[in-house]
């Protein structure tokens, strides 16, 4: 009776997670506009009042308590990586998805185990879906850099043609893939709300981590100052661009090895350490039940811990 009753706690307990994360996936979520005006206009206690459409966060911490959150640094750079990441749900979602599933496989280890340490197995979980975003986060911004010559050249005719800077980035826009559509667009949408340009680039040049187009931004500074040939100084910077993507291909086509092996080595003694623990668990008996086996098991992690961040070191190159 026992155990039935600890079985059935334990559903209800998930069945509850999993209603949270429904609820939170489902929940109405403010639009882009306001998002970004919010980001300019500090809303009074009477707009608070009378919006609806408040966050879980808000509606759990209340509003003053939500806001001081949603300025700290951690959070800020958290939404920061998840729009470049292009990943479509909220920071709190994704919060909660992580608590779940750390939870879960935390259990699913400490049942097949039958022991308590073993839970902790489940903390990795969160480094999973940190370096995850952390990847998908890293390719849009890889995209943004490789599609920038081909965006810098379209700038520079449409400024032959006679347009504003502002009006050459809309032309841009017309053909642009993404991410640059989407961030050049961001740009664009400050400008129009009465951002200065380039402050606007700037935070582009900040999204995307790209040293490149800090050059833009410095060219259109320079050419709202002074004004100049600045056709001709984009071609040159699309140019130099240009180099510099050669090279950071043949960087990371040298440290491909290099890379793979780092990941390979660093996820594979936990994958195989989670699949034994669950398939034959008599096998790991000793390693979660002994003094020596939690040792043995805390120094392995550290170790492979140490050997992945040795690895990264070696192969991150900057260009």
């Not at 009378?50 to 939500?66: H, N």
């Not at 959150?69 to 750079?77: N, V």
């Not at 709190?92 to 998805?97: A, G, S, Y």
């Not at 490789?146 to 400024?159: I, R, T």
């Amino acid at each position: 009776m026992n155990s039935i009753g600890a079985e059935i706690a334990l559903s209800v307990v998930v069945g509850a997670l999993v209603g949270v994360i429904v609820i939170a996936l489902t929940g109405n979520r403010n639009t882009n506009v306001a998002k970004r005006v919010s980001a300019y206009v500090t809303p009074t206690p009477e707009m608070l009042s009378l919006d609806p459409k408040r966050s879980l966060v808000e509606r759990a911490l209340g509003d003053k308590q939500a806001r001081q959150l949603a300025r700290s640094p951690w959070i800020a750079r958290g939404r920061v990586e998840l729009e470049v990441a292009d990943i479509r749900i909220g920071l709190e979602q994704l919060f909660l998805i992580v608590i779940v599933a750390t939870l879960l496989v935390g259990w699913a280890v400490s049942a097949s185990t039958h022991s308590l340490p073993a839970a902790a197995l489940g903390l990795f979980v969160p480094v999973v879906a940190q370096q995850v975003v952390k990847f998908m986060a890293s390719r849009q911004r890889r995209a943004f850099s490789e599609q920038l010559p081909d965006n810098l050249a379209v700038l520079a005719s449409a400024m032959r043609a006679g347009q504003t800077f502002i009006g050459s980035l809309r032309s841009v826009l017309e053909d642009a893939p993404e991410p640059s559509r989407r961030e050049l667009g961001r740009a664009v949408l400050d400008e129009q709300i009465g951002v200065p340009l380039t402050e606007a680039l700037t935070h582009v040049t900040e999204r995307m981590r790209s040293e490149d187009f800090q050059h833009v931004t410095i060219v259109a500074s320079l050419q709202r100052e002074t004004g100049g040939n600045t056709a001709e100084v984009i071609d040159m910077v699309a140019h130099t661009v240009r180099e510099r993507m050669e090279i950071r291909r043949m960087v990371r086509g040298l440290t491909a090895q290099g890379r793979l092996s780092g990941g390979v080595l660093s996820l594979l003694p936990v994958g195989l350490l989670i699949l034994i623990s669950v398939i034959n668990p008599t096998y790991v008996h000793p390693l979660f039940h002994t003094t020596e086996g939690l040792i043995g098991l805390g120094i392995g992690i550290g170790l492979v811990v140490l050997g992945g961040l040795a690895i990264r070191k070696i192969v991150d190159i900057k260009v």
